[in-house]
């Protein structure tokens, strides 16, 4: 029989010229961004360093070229890691994680997506994530969509205009096996530019809310994400296409008998990217 060893000898040192490349590409692409940030001081940009809609772009990209033999969940992760390093030596900043619902699936959420570069900051609640935000020079903060009931309508910190405001949902790509699949808001300090306006997210006050008003959001591609009543009414957080104006969402909860009497946007998100299996 012929010796394997020399072919596999081969084959590793392929391997080799490969990993040698993809680290030489790394510090390449450091290189760049190196550049980017003198470019931006000499311009004298102060604009944020999160681009959430260049993130998105890329994840889709990422998300449905063959992966070969890699499962999706490797190169998701490895380029979530890279985008979010690239962006701490932008700026320095670090994620507030709420553990309200339990410590291990958000921290999980976490690292899957900033990897262990960027520091994790424990916090009590979304509320707690809010003000840290908000304090912060630069910071994120990641919190659980399903927030447990007795926090209310946690959302109406994030009216304010200066208050920190929504810019990412994760995952983004959405999957029953996802091994970080806990579904997160990210919030920010508000940014003018770089947002992934997809999805828009809004703070409605109604006088009630009423079952049909699901079945007129749905018509109108929006979602009931939250609800919290109160003892004058209703507290709704809905997210929208952004391209359905808000005049159009409030007059369809109207027509539902809702009486709707506010609308404040608190954030965007790129659209929802779900894969059924």
């Known amino acids: 029989m012929t010796d394997p060893r020399p072919v596999l000898g081969q084959l590793r040192e392929e391997i080799d010229r490969i990993d040698g490349a993809i680290h030489a590409l790394l510090v390449e692409r450091g290189a760049v961004v190196g550049r980017v940030i003198a470019a931006k001081r000499a311009a004298g940009d102060a604009g944020s360093a999160f681009r959430p809609d ?147 997210l809004a703070s409605v006050r109604a006088e009630r809310w009423r079952n049909p008003a699901g079945a007129a959001l749905a018509e109108l591609g929006a979602e009931l994400v939250a609800s919290a009543g109160d003892a004058v009414g209703a507290n709704l957080l809905i997210a929208h296409p952004a391209e359905i104006p808000a005049r159009a969402l409030t007059d369809a909860l109207d027509a539902a008998k809702c009486a709707p009497t506010r609308y404040i946007e608190i954030g965007c998100h790129a659209h929802r990217f779900r894969i059924a299996h």
């Open 54 to 200: 260049r993130e998105a772009d890329l994840m889709r990209r990422i998300v449905l070229r063959n992966p070969g033999r890699w499962p999706l969940d490797a190169p998701e992760n490895i380029w979530r890691i890279i985008l979010a390093t690239s962006t701490f030596t932008q700026i320095a900043y670090r994620v507030h994680a709420d553990l309200s619902g339990g410590e291990t699936p958000i921290r999980e959420s976490m690292r899957f997506h900033f990897g262990f570069t960027v520091p994790f900051v424990p916090a009590e609640h979304s509320a707690a994530v809010i003000a840290a935000v908000d304090a912060s020079e630069g910071d994120l903060g990641m919190f659980r969509i399903d927030q447990s009931a007795m926090l209310g309508a946690w959302w109406k910190g994030l009216e304010g205009p200066r208050a920190p405001k929504i810019i990412a949902r994760l995952p983004f790509a959405e999957r029953p096996d996802h091994p970080a699949g806990l579904p997160v808001f990210v919030v920010a300090r508000p940014q003018n530019e770089g947002l992934a306006r997809e999805t828009i």
